[in-house]
């Protein structure tokens, strides 16, 4: 039997085929991107859930509208009003099996094969898989502490004119943990403002800062072309599957509402209620201002053993915010050879190749700390620094 | 902006857009295929929504994987064993967010453009939407009283080798009621065993039968290349949206699970393991039994109604089970018309068009009886009676 192009050049994820191994009670994981379950406001679901079953019946498991449920698409709009100062209707959200299934919609909608999507380097692992199902032509543009190197992204739309759009994760970026800086925000608008590109901003941590100062979208509310992807996986609970696409371009809207019912006909709807009465009847804000201290800790924890353990030469981010520490080893040394090993000793990671659309065999490797205690952390970092001791040149000296 | 070729062959779905009219208060709707919701098993579902939480804490809201929660499909195994004589195990069963995604996962496995499709004519709108964004060449075989046509389907299979898929609906079929005869699934068998091509199966109504026997698949456990697709949308709740892809093919499953990873990493967890509980917990067969009295009542009204009020020309499948009734009416009569028409008496249906890949201005159209009581679909009928009678050569003779 043959199969499509598409799904033979698309890589099935390393982090999901990993996750059974990883997930081992025996060992420590930074692999995954999981939040950590002593954040999930489990009463005040169960509050939620017999409320909105008291209130809305039968309406909670029948078919809904493609578009979304009106009163959480209302909640999502006012929120962008009140935290951003953001414009944006009702009808500029439509509701996402989880923000995965906007990035395919996106994708679908506006990928022909060969068609050049630009991603940051290195990007978000879950775009690339998704993307890759469109064909498209990958243009890397690296990724510096403070964002996109704009030379080179005005260089690659300057000379390249299949490209419909860019992806980028300015908070907390997936895998980096880098945040776009102010003036970095303001030069890539510059750039992107000249071209007839769609500009992406997958926004799923930006919530989650606990050191710096929340900083304006990219495109968001200026670019004509400007699409947003938000998520309650990071602050409410991913087990539900609720995203959000928010774009004023209603020709593009319109296109994205055909792929989703093509894909899905609606979003869980029950879901939806349910999560529209917690956050209405809730105070979210002391919610995730419990995440932020929690992840805080817990950054500083895995920050500090880094610093105590990994030999000097192994370069890090230190995040303001989000999930995940990008660790850069020496030149030459394979983040894929370091992780067998790892496993080894027990403990688990997710080596950088993944996050590359060009490059193997890479020195670079995410780590996360939400979902391991302060006391984990030490343990794992300070086994894996040894494994970096026997592969570096560097002398442990403890 | 440049759209994607696919999006733009793509229609958007007739049914869902004008759900926002037929749903008015004041509307009598036979367009929607919505469960009656008073069918909706809602007291239960909260008791297992609280044991669920109770016995899984934190589990039903975190990240979950790819291929489902696997009491669920075990669940599911045990099913097709019980009520088919089936031997499938739960690696064969990969849980989908309604069952449109399958679709929507085995169109994007199988398909480059052009690749050949075989539709049933008429066909599922849905399906011919998911489909289409794939951009295939569709092949329309006949549907008759008792299924496929076989010959023009050997005929099909045999002068085109780009086909990839035959996709059926086998059991009161949508759009049409009609269901495949023993003697015409063992047909379709011998034709499509010849051929290296997926036979799909796609099966949300199959237990709703008050009036005939039980009969088996296809293609189903015994054609390699099955597939099966199967929903709770019409036996418990759609609002959830859990479908689920069974095969025993492993190549074509690990493809499937690298679309759906890419589409949506997976399907929400906590309605997984709610509907699990749901299930285990009460009787299916019971409840299942109480909906097809409610649709066998509606079906025979619908059927009474018909035979009373419209035009003797006009002809009508007599299904026995599932959600809908087929109509054709006098040859060159724009099914199109009378539901503008009828929408001005404020009565809805479904015109024909939707469910063909090649036809249009058709004189077919479908009528749902799920979601009405009795005397409102006496109404109902009588009304758009009136409207045939007006474009009809027939008098009306009360």
Redesign the interface.
């Known amino acids: ?7 033979l050049k ?4 390393f982090i ?1 085929n990993i ?1 059974k191994v990883t997930d081992a009670p025996d060992v420590i994981s930074f692999a ?1 991107g ?2 950590n ?2 954040s ?1 406001p ?1 009463d005040e ?2 509050q939620s ?2 409320h909105a ?1 008291e209130a809305n ?10 578009e979304g449920y009106l009163p959480l698409r209302q909640y999502i709009a006012d929120k962008y009003k009140k935290d951003h100062g953001l414009d944006f209707d009702p009808e500029d959200i439509l509701i ?3 923000s ?2 906007a990035l ?1 919609l996106i994708s ?6 060969g ?1 050049g999507v630009v991603m940051e380097e290195p990007g978000y692992l ?1 775009a690339i ?2 993307f ?3 064909e498209p032509e990958f243009y890397s543009v690296m990724l510096e502490e403070d964002g996109l190197n704009v030379d080179q992204l005005e260089q690659t739309l300057a000379t390249n004119d299949n490209i ?1 759009f860019i992806y980028t994760v300015p908070n907390f970026h997936n895998p980096t943990g880098i945040t776009y800086s102010k003036e970095k925000r303001e030069a890539v608008y510059n750039v992107v403002k000249n071209y ?1 590109v ?1 500009l992406i901003e997958d926004d799923p941590y930006g919530e989650l800062r606990w050191s710096g100062e929340k900083l304006p979208y990219i495109g968001a509310g200026r670019l004509e ?1 400007s699409v947003l992807l938000g998520s309650f ?1 990071k602050i409410v ?5 609720l995203g959000y696409i928010v774009t004023k ?1 209603k ?2 809207m ?2 994205i ?3 989703k ?11 939806q209620m349910v999560i529209h009465d917690y956050l209405v009847n809730n105070d979210l804000a002391a919610h995730v201002s419990k995440i932020i201290n929690l992840y805080e800790t817990q950054a500083k924890a895995m920050l500090s053993a880094i610093a105590q353990y990994f030999p000097s030469s192994v370069k890090y981010t230190k995040p303001d915010g989000g999930m995940f520490v990008w660790v850069t080893l020496e030149e030459g040394t394979s983040a894929l050879d370091v992780f067998n090993k790892a496993m080894e000793e027990k403990v688990a990671f997710v080596p950088g190749d993944p996050f590359y659309t060009t490059k193997t065999n890479v020195n670079t490797l995410r780590l996360n700390y939400t979902n391991s205690s302060p006391e984990v952390i030490e343990e794992g970092i300070k086994r894996l620094g040894k494994i970096l001791y026997s592969v570096s040149a560097e002398k442990l000296t403890v």
């Open positions: 039997m043959k199969y499509s192009d598409k799904i698309t890589p099935s994820s999901r996750l995954g999981l939040p379950p002593i999930f489990i679901m169960q859930i017999n079953i019946g039968p309406r909670l498991f029948q078919y809904s509208t493609t996402t099996t989880g995965q299934q395919s679908q909608v506006l990928l022909n094969k068609d879950g898989q998704s890759t199902l469109a419909k007839d769609v072309n996986s609970t991913p087990g539900m599957r371009n020709e593009l319109h296109h509402n055909t792929a019912q093509a894909t899905d006909l609606h979003t869980n709807i029950f879901s």
